[in-house]
């Protein structure tokens, strides 16, 4: 199956409308997400070991890392590094480094276990990198994978920040799964000689059943309105929904600037805050690049909430009820393939690194914005394209240099560097929401004028 856009008048039509008509086919289906369980917790290292079995143990990686392992024939380790657009082989005797210049944000190790053909395992970086942006980044994973096992270690009970943590995995509608005693969650008394695990492993495949059952519940093979031609309704040319299109759109890009830009503000004073009292000039590319990624994660899920409303809304509007799921993702495509391009010329995902100098450079390509991933999302509904950013290897080389301990230059340095970022995401986000009221309102415009939407 494929959807294609056709430009049948490569001039402006009327009001400066580029003539578009859309010949769309019916829509492949969305791939499932796969079901995954996140082990996090002072004792998570031990449990996926016995969770994996004849396999563990699991291999070491950077602090910072989350470890993804998944189902294959045989065992390979990839790490995926911010800057490279192809995943690099990670040696599984090598140093905990795995002799990278900065570390990867996610390694993915393929192991022949028969329990991860229910679900992949994901072991997070150590709880002392869970920080603002830190928990940000591991709900994100969360929610994407379906389930959180917490394994606190030892015995003690679970304390207020864990259990707050926990309430919130459980608020996101994910599951939560704790090895060890007390906690708002399924409880499992694995112990410290692990005799639980193997009660502990059937809950966690029980789960995995039901959760794969769940998500295929909610994306049916075809969805209404996938197929066949779509009218508009009698009096959309009286509906206002140019003016409100373009209204909209305006009012969005606006709104997630001003957020970004009061976000990264936060992250500038939180910067300070940890050269001068924390992790000092040595640790500061390690937490900047995590609040780089939660930055990142958090303006794309601005804007893609923003365009779904507006998708939503100017459809509604053209064809005087609500769409039909088919509907929706038909345009969506549609407007995500003019967005990126008639034929794919300029890839328009984007990634954002920060350089040794505090400047910002550009990378282009999906696959660079997969290597920034904690976890990788298979289903990708979103109408925008990827955008990621993160701090390059230069700038771990080069706050390594034993001279470069001044605080006073570290601050000056973070100052331009989240300048940089801002400017640079500020005007993204400006670009990505012209294009989205340019690309919708001449598909809208030209259904207006010929009565028909899709065919």
């Not at 392992?69 to 905990?96: E, N, S, T």
């Not at 298979?378 to 990621?388: K, N, T």
């Not at 973070?414 to 989205?436: C, K, N, P, W």
């Amino acid at each position: 199956m494929r959807a294609a856009v056709d430009s049948v008048d490569a001039e402006s039509g009327a009001g400066g409308r580029r003539r578009i008509r859309l010949h769309v086919d019916p829509v492949a289906p969305v791939p499932d997400e796969p079901t995954a369980v996140v082990v996090a917790g002072a004792g998570r290292g031990p449990l996926l070991d016995a969770l994996l079995g004849a396999h563990g143990p699991a291999p070491e990686v950077p602090d910072a890392a989350y470890l993804v392992v998944q189902p294959a024939f045989r065992v390979a380790a990839w790490a995926y590094v911010p800057g490279a657009r192809l995943p690099q082989p990670y040696d599984l005797a090598g140093p905990r480094s795995g002799g990278f210049v900065r570390p990867p944000r996610r390694v993915e190790l393929s192991l022949p276990d028969p329990l991860l053909r229910h679900f992949a395992l994901i072991h997070t970086p150590d709880m002392s990198t869970m920080d603002a942006a830190g928990t940000r980044i591991l709900l994100d994973v969360v929610r994407c994978a379906g389930a959180l096992l917490y394994v606190p270690g030892g015995d003690r009970p679970l304390g207020v920040p864990e259990q707050g943590l926990l309430a919130r995995v459980s608020e996101a509608g994910a599951a939560v799964f704790v090895a060890g005693s007390g906690g708002p969650a399924t409880t499992f008394d694995v112990g410290p000689d692990l005799t639980g695990v193997a009660e502990l492993r059937r809950a966690l495949v029980e789960w995995a059943g039901a959760e794969a059952l769940a998500r295929a519940s909610v994306n049916p093979p075809m969805l209404p309105g996938a197929h066949g031609t779509v009218r508009v309704a009698a009096g959309a040319h009286e509906s206002g929904w140019s003016e409100r299109l373009d209204r909209a759109c305006a009012t969005a890009a606006h709104t997630v600037r001003q957020r970004v830009a009061i976000e990264l503000a936060n992250v500038h004073l939180r910067g300070v805050q940890e050269i001068v009292f924390g992790v000092g000039t040595a640790g500061l590319p390690d937490a900047l690049d995590r609040e780089m990624h939660a930055v990142s994660l958090r303006a794309v899920a601005e804007c893609d909430a923003a365009v779904d409303r507006i998708l939503d809304d100017a459809l509604t509007l053209v064809l005087g009820e609500i769409p039909q799921e088919g509907v929706r993702r038909r345009v969506a495509l549609a407007i995500r393939k003019d967005v990126a391009g008639d034929g794919g010329a300029s890839d328009p995902a984007r990634v954002l690194l920060v350089t040794s100098t505090g400047g910002v450079a550009t990378i282009t390509g999906a696959a660079a914005v997969i290597a920034l991933a904690a976890y990788r999302s298979e289903a990708d509904r979103a109408v925008l394209p990827p955008l990621g950013v993160a701090l390059s290897g230069a700038c771990y080389q080069y706050w390594a240099a034993p001279d470069r301990s001044d605080p006073g230059h570290a601050r000056t340095w973070l100052q331009q560097a989240v300048r940089g970022v801002e400017l640079e995401l500020l005007s993204e986000v400006t670009r990505r929401f012209e294009a989205v009221r340019r690309s919708l309102g001449s598909l809208l415009g030209e259904a207006v004028d010929h009565g028909i939407l899709l065919a």
